[in-house]
C-alpha cells in the first residue's frame, strides 16, 4: 500500500484521539502534582515569574508563557492545563509521523505515531503524574529531530535553526532532562549524517558524554549533587504491576507490551536478513517515500543506534547503574532514574515502527492498521484516570507543609461554610484537602472558632470523622472533610472567624502554613 504523506498525518492524528479523550472529561484529573499545572499557569499571568525551587530539575517557565492563549481562551487554569495536555498529544503524534516517515516511510510513520503517543509512561507522565512541563518534552524532542532531518533543500537552512530553537525551548522547559536528550543526539547526527568511519562514531559517543558531564558539572552548582536512591529492577520494565515511588505515587513503569513486541519483530526480521535489501534506498520506491534519501537510507546504522541507546536509558534507571551517576553527576540533573524513561520514547517508536519498512507485507492495509490499534488497545487500561470537579481557582486557599519536609505539600484547596441554623446554632464547615505527597502520620484537623481574638469553642477530629485518615491520603486524592461547630449561647454577635489547621496527635506540632508563622489558616464567618 502507497499512502500519500497527507492522509499518513491525518490518520496519526485521529490515533491520537483516544489518548486526548479523556481531557474532555468534566473537571480534571487527579494526578500526583494536583492542581499545579493550572496554579502555575495562572501564576505566570498575575505574577510574570514562575518561582523554580530546582531550577535544573524543576519545570522551566516557558510550557506555562505558551498556555496562556489557552487560558485567554477558556477563561480558567484548568482549561488552559487541559488544551496544553491535548496540544502536546497531537503535537507529539505529528512530529513522530514526520520523523519516522523520514526515515521508515509513510505506513511505518503512522505506526510509530501510534507506538510513541500510547506508551505506557508517556499517558502516565500525564494522567498520573501530571507532570507539565514533561508532556511538552514528548512533543519538543521528535519535532526537534524531525526539523534537524527534514530534507527540504529549499528550506533547509530555515529547518536547521527551527531545530536549534526547539532546542532551546526544550532547555527551558525541562532544562534536566533536555540537556540528556541533547547530549544523545550529539551521537545520533553522526549517525545520520552517515559517517561509515568507526573512529568518529567513537569520538561522538565520547562528546556526548562529555557534554552529559560538562552538564552535570555545571547543574551542581545549582541545586547540588543527589545520589537517588529510587532506581527500578528489571522485572518492571515488563511487568504490568503498578509500584510505589519514594514519593508514595503508584505508578507503572513498563516499556509497553505494544512497543517490545513490534521492536522485537524488528529485530527479528533484521537478524534473519530480511533487513540486507531493505536497509538500502529501493530504487522501485516513489520519490515522496524516499525524499531527500532519508527514509530508508543507512537503515540499518540507524536500528544499531537506537537499539544501542535504548539499552544504555533502560541500563541507567536500574540498581548497577548507581555506581555511574555519582561520577557523571545526573544526579543534578534528574530527580529520579526513572525519569529518563522519557528518553526511551522515541528509540521505541523506532524499532518498533521498523518492522513494517523490514518486511512490506506488514505494510499492507489490513495488517498496518491492525497493528496500530493493537498499539492502543494495549495501553487501553491506562487512559482511565480518577476525575474530580473540583475547581479551586487561580490557588489553593493555603498551602500546608511539615516543617522538615517543605516540599511535601498538602493544599486546602476549598472551604464552604454553611450558616448556623436558629435552633441548634451549630455551622458545618466543609473543608477540601489534596496532599501532593504522603504523610508519614496521622493528622488532626483543628477548627475554632473565633471572636476577635477570643476561642468560643473548638472541634478538633481525624478527618471526615476518622473515615479517612492521613496517612492514607494518595497523592492528588480530594479529600472533602466535614465538621460541625457550635456557637455557644451567650457568644458575643458576630461576624465570627475560624482557625483551621492540621497538627500531629503525638507532638502538638502543627503543619505549617505558607505565609504565617503561627500554623493556622483564618477564615471569615458570616
Known amino acids: 500500500m502507497r499512502t500519500s504523506w497527507w492522509l499518513g498525518a491525518l490518520l496519526a492524528l485521529l490515533l491520537a484521539v483516544f489518548a486526548v479523550a479523556p481531557l474532555a472529561y468534566p ?15 495562572q501564576a505566570l499571568q498575575d505574577a510574570g515569574l514562575l518561582d523554580a525551587t530546582d531550577p535544573v530539575r524543576g519545570d522551566g517557565s516557558l510550557a506555562y508563557y505558551a498556555s496562556w492563549p489557552f487560558l485567554w481562551l477558556t477563561g480558567s487554569g484548568i482549561g488552559a492545563a487541559k488544551w496544553g495536555y491535548g496540544l502536546s498529544f497531537l503535537l507529539g503524534a505529528l512530529a513522530v509521523y514526520g520523523w519516522a516517515r523520514l526515515r521508515l516511510g509513510t505506513e511505518a510513520g503512522v505506526l510509530a505515531s501510534a507506538i510513541y503517543t500510547y506508551l505506557p509512561w508517556h499517558l502516565t507522565t500525564v494522567y498520573v503524574r501530571g507532570a507539565y512541563a514533561e508532556a511538552w518534552l514528548w512533543a519538543l524532542w521528535p519535532a526537534m529531530v524531525f526539523a534537524w532531518e527534514a530534507p527540504l533543500h529549499r528550506a533547509r537552512r530555515l529547518l536547521r535553526l527551527a531545530a536549534l530553537v526547539l532546542a532551546v525551548a526544550a532547555l527551558l522547559v525541562q532544562p534536566g532532562l533536555s540537556w540528556l536528550f541533547l547530549a544523545l543526539m550529539v551521537p545520533y547526527s553522526v549517525a545520520v549524517w552517515r559517517v561509515r568511519w568507526w573512529p568518529a562514531r567513537i569520538v561522538a559517543a565520547v562528546a556526548g558524554a562529555g557534554l552529559l558531564a560538562a552538564g552535570g558539572w555545571l547543574a551542581v552548582r545549582w541545586s547540588g549533587q543527589v545520589l537517588p536512591t529510587d532506581f527500578l529492577w528489571p522485572y518492571q520494565l515488563l511487568s504490568a504491576t503498578w509500584t510505589e515511588d519514594l514519593a508514595g505515587a503508584d505508578l507503572p513503569y513498563q516499556l509497553g507490551a505494544a512497543a517490545v513486541a513490534l ?28 525524499a531527500g534519501g532519508l527514509s530508508g537510507a543507512r537503515l540499518c546504522s540507524s536500528l544499531g543506534f537506537w537499539l544501542a541507546a535504548l539499552l544504555v536509558i533502560l541500563l541507567m534507571t536500574q540498581h548497577p547503574s548507581a555506581a555511574v551517576w555519582g561520577p557523571l553527576q545526573l544526579g543534578s540533573l534528574v530527580a529520579h532514574p526513572w525519569q529518563l524513561l522519557v528518553l526511551a520514547g522515541l528509540p521505541l517508536a523506532f524499532l518498533a515502527g521498523a518492522c513494517v519498512r523490514l518486511d512490506q507485507r506488514l505494510a499492507e492495509l489490513p495488517l498496518v492498521a491492525s497493528l496500530a490499534a493493537l498499539a492502543v488497545l494495549a495501553s487501553y487500561a491506562y487512559l482511565a484516570p480518577r476525575f474530580t470537579r473540583v475547581e479551586p481557582g487561580a490557588g489553593p486557599v493555603a498551602e500546608l507543609y511539615p516543617a522538615a519536609r517543605p516540599t511535601d505539600t498538602v493544599h486546602l484547596l ?81 461576624p465570627y472567624r475560624a482557625a483551621v489547621g492540621l497538627y500531629a496527635g503525638e507532638t502538638g506540632e502543627r503543619l505549617a502554613v505558607t505565609g504565617r508563622d503561627d500554623g493556622t489558616v483564618y477564615l471569615d464567618v458570616r
Open 27 to 41: 473537571g480534571f484529573f487527579e494526578s500526583s502534582t494536583g492542581f499545579q499545572a493550572s496554579f502555575r499557569i
Open 263 to 290: 521492536s522485537i519483530v524488528s529485530l527479528g526480521l533484521w537478524a534473519m536478513g530480511h533487513s540486507e535489501r531493505r536497509c538500502r534506498v529501493d530504487a522501485t520506491e516513489p520519490a515522496g517515500h524516499r
Open 414 to 494: 476549598e472551604t464552604e461554610l454553611t450558616p448556623a441554623d436558629e435552633i441548634t446554632s451549630t455551622l458545618t464547615l466543609t473543608l477540601t484537602w489534596q496532599a501532593l505527597a504522603p504523610l508519614d502520620s496521622d493528622y488532626t484537623v483543628f477548627v475554632h472558632l473565633l471572636s476577635g481574638e477570643r476561642k468560643l469553642n473548638q472541634a478538633d477530629s481525624w478527618p471526615c470523622g476518622g473515615f479517612c485518615p492521613t496517612h492514607e491520603w494518595r497523592p492528588g486524592q480530594i479529600v472533602v472533610d466535614v465538621h460541625d461547630i457550635t456557637i455557644p449561647p451567650g457568644s458575643p454577635p458576630g
